[in-house]
């Protein structure tokens, strides 16, 4: 798992959580070892959103780690991410592998079909869920841990379970099969540091 890039701990970089900038985040999570990020902001123009994308790319290109931008194709280009991630309601995974090239492409998925069809057109991982019930973002009703294993099972690519995983529910995940774990709030909110190397720690994925 350690040397795979798209596995382990993904974490949200998502200021409407807690109290800190992007960069604290990033600079905090990137020390405690976290190696793969992305980069969520819904609330700011555009423009904010490059300049923010470019430093955080440049923080992360420091340590090594995988930098994906949410929603915006061409910011990730522009910023010279390493991928982005889209939505169902975001650009269509063909238009988007226009603009990015062979740049990552993560789609966001809730069902067999929508997982299925990800990978058929091919994304390079998906993100399902909210697997558990959420406050971070209203992406509908939990999904459970079975259809989790289902999704796993019923794709050749790396799944990234998403929604309402804390420590404890961590392992439980990961042992459906998911690739890796999408994490906002229960790292953020506190210690990010210390909530981070936490993760990694149940992980194996630490420093």
């Known amino acids: 798992m350690r040397n795979d890039p798209l596995s382990g701990l993904y974490l949200i970089v998502d200021e409407s959580v807690c109290n800190r900038t992007p960069e604290e985040i990033t600079l905090a999570a990137l020390k405690a070892g976290v190696r793969w990020f992305q980069y969520r902001e819904k609330r700011h123009a555009r423009a904010r959103i490059f300049e923010v994308a470019l430093k955080l790319r440049r923080l992360t290109a420091d340590f090594g780690a995988v930098f994906i931008i949410n929603d915006h194709a061409d910011i990730a280009v522009a910023v010279d991410a390493d991928g982005v991630h889209l939505g169902q309601e975001d650009l269509p995974l063909a238009e988007a592998r226009k603009v990015v090239g062979d740049r990552i492409i993560g789609i966001s998925t809730h069902s067999l079909e929508e997982a299925r069809e990800a990978s058929e057109k091919g994304a390079d991982y998906i993100g399902f869920g909210p697997v558990f019930p959420t406050k971070t973002k209203d992406a509908g009703e939990p999904k459970g841990l079975e259809m989790l294993a289902r999704i796993s099972q ?44 936490s993760f990694l720690e149940i992980i194996g994925q630490g420093p």
């Open 154 to 197: 019923a794709v050749p690519i790396p799944v990234v379970a998403i929604g309402g995983i804390s420590k404890e529910r961590l392992k439980p995940v990961l042992g459906m099969g998911a690739a890796a774990a999408a994490v906002a709030s229960a790292i953020l909110v506190g210690d990010i540091s210390e909530n981070a190397a």
